[in-house]
């Protein structure tokens, strides 16, 4: 049974930044793609950003790119997800995705494994 745990979202202004983590257990984290998805109130979940398992490749969505930096460390089974800038439109519930076969890394359906998710909060 893979869990996910995602930790770190909280309040915070705009212009401030926030580290979310997530923590993963239950399968060999380095055989696992990982994404970050966002969901706000009466919005569908939208797509945030992706890294492959070794880490040579990430991708985000054109809304948080250049704010936004997703990284993780195979040692400690965690992936990050490093936003800066925020804004209010950031606002929403923050999502850890992890996939061991990539299709199409923008595809909530793509990913098997989801953390319960983490509040992010940006007050203008």
């Known amino acids: 049974q893979v869990q996910l745990v995602e930790f770190g979202g909280g309040l915070v202004q705009a212009g401030g930044s926030l580290r979310l983590s997530c923590a993963v257990s239950?399968?060999?984290?380095?055989?696992?793609?990982m994404g970050w998805f966002r969901q706000a109130p009466g919005k569908e979940r939208e797509f945030v950003a992706h890294i492959s398992r070794s880490s040579g490749n990430t991708y985000y969505a054109d809304s948080v790119k250049g704010r936004t930096t997703i990284s993780r460390d195979n040692a400690k089974n965690t992936v990050y997800l490093q936003m800066n800038s925020l804004k209010p439109e950031d606002t929403a519930v923050y999502y850890c995705?992890?996939?061991?076969?990539?299709?199409?890394?923008?595809?909530?359906?793509?990913?098997?494994?989801w953390g319960q998710g983490t509040q992010v909060t940006v007050s203008s």
């Open positions: 995705a992890a996939t061991a076969q990539v299709t199409y890394v923008s595809d909530w359906k793509a990913y098997n494994y």
């Open positions: 239950g399968r060999t984290f380095s055989n696992l793609a």
